[in-house]
């Protein structure tokens, strides 16, 4: 049996991935919080009650990404740096999600466009360096396309489909409890 090795188109993605990484992380300190980067890195650092509670009303957004920025600040501080990279981490998933959907929509060509797309977009850069929830939102749309796509080719008796729909409702729910819609 011969051993896999990675296509030409692989390792394209692999760059797009890199380039996504690099553009996002140019800079990424360089400008202080903004107003709603301000409130949000205060807002997190609010007794876990009261923040729960302040969801409801002080800040109404779903609970995850607020709760995946308080456990990140706790481990890695409270710089403009670590405040805005969980974000840019989202950004560079992007890159080889649409590749992956490119790739199982119609060819690897399409998803390597996609993924170059994704690297250099200046609206999705912006949400890179931004410390708000925007990018895991992307991130998740994303992952639940590619699951929609897979779950649209299963067919009756896939040993997969169990896997798939549960891909798919999981990715969802991220998305759901990252941002209203």
Known sequence: QAAWRPSRESWLAVGATLLAFALGSFRLGSMGLRGDEAFLFLFCRWPLAEMIAGLRS???????????????????????????????????????????????????????????????????????????????????????????????????GDPDRPGVYAGYVLTAAGALLTHYY
């Open 58 to 156: 002080v800040d109404p957004h779903p609970p995850l990404y607020h709760l995946l920025l308080r456990g990140w600040m706790s481990c890695l501080g409270d710089s403009e740096i670590a405040l805005r990279f969980p974000s840019l981490l989202a950004h560079t998933l992007l890159a080889p999600l649409a590749y992956a959907i490119g790739r199982r929509w119609q060819t690897a060509r399409t998803g390597l466009w996609g993924a170059a797309l994704v690297a250099v977009s200046p609206f999705l850069l912006w949400q890179a360096q931004d410390a708000r929830m925007y990018a895991l939102l992307a991130a998740w749309s994303l992952a639940c396309l590619w699951y929609a796509l897979r779950v649209l080719a299963i067919r009756v």
